[in-house]
Each structure stands twice: as C-alpha cells, then as structure tokens.
C-alpha cells in the first residue's frame, strides 16, 4: 500500500507478521490517545465529585460562621485575590456551610413555595424573611416543610416564634439557576412554584441576601426539615471510563488483526 508516496512498513516477530502504513499507525495512535483520555478524564470527573462530597460532608460539621463574614455573590466575584475568603464561601452547588446570625422573623411577608411533598404528602416549603439584627440585607431562613391542608389552599403562617432570635442554618447554593415561576396572590404569604430569590427581592421591595439559608433541627421556627443532602454520583464516570477504555481496547485488537496474520495463526 502507498500513501503520498510514503510506503507500508512490516514487521515480523517470528511467525507473527505485522503490516502497516506510517499515516494510519498516526491516525490510531491519535485516535487510542483520544479514547484513553476520555476515559481518564472521567476518572478525574469522579475524583472532583468524591472531593465535593467530602467538602459538603464536612461543612455539615464544622463549626458555624457569622453570616456577616460570608461574601455575597457580587464580593465573591469581585475579591477573588482574597483566598480566606474564597474559602469560607465557596460557590460550588450544595454548599452546606453552616452559618450563624440574629435577627426577628418577618412573619407577615412570608413566601410559601409549592409542589414540595414530605412523607408522601403534598404541601409548601416555607420561607420566612428575617431581618437581621446589625442590619444589612433581609435574609430568606427556610423553616422547612408544612401541610397544604385538605383544600390545598394557603396555609397560615405559624407566627409562634417572636423577638430576637439567634440562629443557626445551612447555606443552599442551587445547582442551577432557579428561574423565577409565575406569581398570583396579591397579598402575604406569597405562594412561589420556585425559590428565586431576584423574583422574591422584587416582591419585597429591599435588598434581599443572595442565598437561601436552611434551619438546622431544633432551631426556633423550623417545620418539617423535607430537603435532602445533595447526592453526588460518581458510578455515571466509573461507566463511562470503562466504556471509552474497551473502546480503545476493541480498536487496538480489531487494528491488530486487521494488519497482521494473527488470525490465520490462531487458525493454524
């Protein structure tokens, strides 16, 4: 076989011959790399997934931090040279950093977000602003799961817990942006298909945190805690890089038998 005038080279290992040309060793040299790369890059995938787990597992532990040291979205973008600060805030979805903060419960301006089911039962997840006692933004504090009662209609707000009250909750960053749902009350609680905390800023008329914060058990104020820890899978990658490692596998025995005698020796 001649290419662009650049001959078929042969080798031969005793009965065993091997007959190939320089341009299409490249081409499945190239390809094999591509594959085994693919494959490690999977690997890689679940190793950052293992890693996540592991952050969040140990944000749900460590000790809470003052929310007034946590960065809102805008700092975190802007002082990325502050790595201290990088690290008590990292951005990545789940989050779990425990945070601690004082403030009143603004019950009569509280948001009720549908389609939520604990236990196998239909209700609302309920977001109660809370105003912080050295000031700054209202923070959305979700208390947890609540019954829809028998009508499916708007539920009361418990308004049980008053006065100052000091907190500690979960930071919720969201995997993906929430987009905002349609609204039609047009009085407090507000209900919302989903959380989106620019819609429920707009709803509130003043600047609102940037997260969602959820109560840990036995806070004052919380229901029903309905929402689970983010699952981070890592057999999807397992698969895939076996998969893409026997692709390069099948094309090395496929390549092998194709330009030796290899088959007639079995044969043999």
């Known amino acids: 076989m001649d290419i662009a005038g650049i001959r078929s080279r042969t080798i031969r290992l005793g009965t065993l011959t091997i007959s190939f040309h320089p341009l299409v060793f490249i081409c499945l040299c190239s390809s094999l790399g591509m594959f085994i790369s693919l494959g490690f890059w999977q690997l890689d995938r679940a190793d950052e997934k293992r890693a996540l787990a592991l952050a969040m597992q140990q944000r749900t532990v460590a000790q809470p931090v ?55 039962r239909a209700g609302y997840e309920l977001v109660t602003p809370l105003r912080p006692t050295d000031g700054g933004p209202l923070v959305l504090v979700s208390r947890g799961w609540m019954s829809a009662g028998a009508d499916l209609g708007r539920p009361a707000v418990p308004a049980s817990v008053s006065g100052e009250q000091t907190l500690i909750a979960q930071l919720h960053v969201p995997e993906f942006d929430v987009p905002a749902g349609e609204v039609t009350d047009t009085d407090w609680p507000v209900r919302l298909p989903r959380m ?40 999807g990658h397992f698969a895939y890089a076996i998969q893409w490692f026997g692709i390069a596998l099948l094309v090395s025995i496929a390549a092998l038998f194709y330009a030796s005698n290899l088959a007639q020796l079995i044969k043999d």
Do not use: C
């Open 66 to 120: 003052a929310l007034s040291v946590l960065p809102s979205v805008a700092d975190s973008v802007a002082d990325t040279t502050q790595p201290d600060i990088a690290q008590r805030a990292d951005p990545a979805p789940g989050n779990m950093t425990r945070v601690q903060l004082s403030g009143e419960y603004q019950h009569d301006i509280s948001f009720l977000v549908a389609f939520q089911f604990f236990q196998g």
């Open 196 to 235: 989106n905390v620019k819609q429920a800023e707009q709803l509130l008329g003043e600047p609102v945190y940037p997260y969602v914060l959820r109560l840990e058990a036995d806070q004052a104020g919380v229901l029903s805690r309905h929402w689970s820890l983010p699952r981070v899978e890592t057999r």
